[in-house]
């Protein structure tokens, strides 16, 4: 009794946090299980509709075009998102001057509200005064229609992804890099390792299980894309921006159609939650 009541305060908040979870997160995720096998327009009493909800999802011919959207984004998303903020790490680890300043600016993106950055970003891709194009006639090269072209649609809206997410990330590399012993990289330039192969023989190593995870975090949160489609393309051009949950969106506040809303809910947090255990188990695999 002595033990449970020197450890009250910390009871109190564990069932502040299980509380949210439950109420934000797992019932949630139960309503929607239960809501994919139902027919309901939130206001009449729900019936049951089985499979039905998960056949016009995948018979819809919008079905196969956001998944393949959803995966050349999470691909391009790799590409930027999930390099850069560790190369930017690797720049400001290795600076000796206005590092905390640069850590700042770095980070202010994450610190806007979503909806600034991307209204932000639609001016940067204006086809007329844009930002983006006045740079391109500055090197008298032609403008591009950014977010009018099913060409370059869908990597603006990786590049806006990334500079509203690059901060975070950024700085959990750099903490793991300063974590690395200065030791190992004075051995490796006595070897007569260059920048390069310190990167490959020393730094990736030594950070190799934060590289792992932060690349499950980072494809788990490309495939539920959603702010950015909807802010700046609204599935276009030609539907080569719509995604997953853009499409999840569609079906339930355009179609009304909050059954399929929730199948395809369900199927998108399965792929999920199947990548999610692959991705453990081959860290599990890699620490014995």
């Known amino acids: 009794m002595a033990i449970f009541r020197r450890n009250l305060t910390a009871y109190g908040f564990l ?11 797992w019932y949630p995720m139960i309503r929607e299980f239960i809501l994919s096998f139902q027919e309901t327009n939130l206001i009449s009493a729900p ?51 206005a590092r905390a300043y640069l850590r700042f600016v770095v980070y202010l993106p994450v610190m806007l509200p979503p909806i600034v950055a991307v ?36 990597i603006s809206l990786v590049i806006v992804s990334t500079w509203m997410n690059m901060g975070s990330a950024t700085l959990i590399y750099l903490a793991a890099l300063q974590n690395i012993p200065p030791d190992l990289y004075e051995a490796a330039e006595l070897d007569g390792a260059g920048v390069f192969k310190r990167i490959r023989h ?24 959603f702010i950015e489609p909807y802010m700046l393309t609204g599935g276009g051009p030609e539907g080569s921006t719509v995604t997953v949950a853009y499409l999840m969106f569609q079906y339930a506040f355009t179609n009304q159609n909050y059954g399929s809303a929730g199948a395809l809910g369900m199927m998108l947090m399965i792929v999920l939650l199947a990548f999610a255990a692959f991705q453990l188990r081959l860290n599990r695999e890699d620490k014995a």
């Open 15 to 25: 069932c502040a946090a299980l509380l949210c979870f439950t109420v934000f997160a």
């Open 47 to 97: 019936t049951w509709a089985g499979w039905d909800n998960f056949r016009y999802a995948i018979q819809d011919p919008a079905f196969g075009q956001a998944w393949l959207a959803t995966v050349k984004f999470t691909v391009l998303a790799l590409v930027f998102g999930y390099v850069v903020p560790f190369v930017v790490a690797l720049v400001l680890n290795e600076l000796r001057h």
């Open 202 to 225: 020393v730094t990736i190593p030594q950070t190799r299980l934060i590289l792992l995870l932060m690349l499950m975090l980072q494809i788990v949160a490309t495939m539920q894309v």
């Open 119 to 154: 209204l932000l970003f639609r001016w940067f891709f204006d086809p007329g005064p844009g930002l983006f194009n006045q740079i391109l006639g500055f090197f008298h090269l032609p403008a591009l229609a950014w977010l009018d072209s099913s060409a370059t649609a869908l």
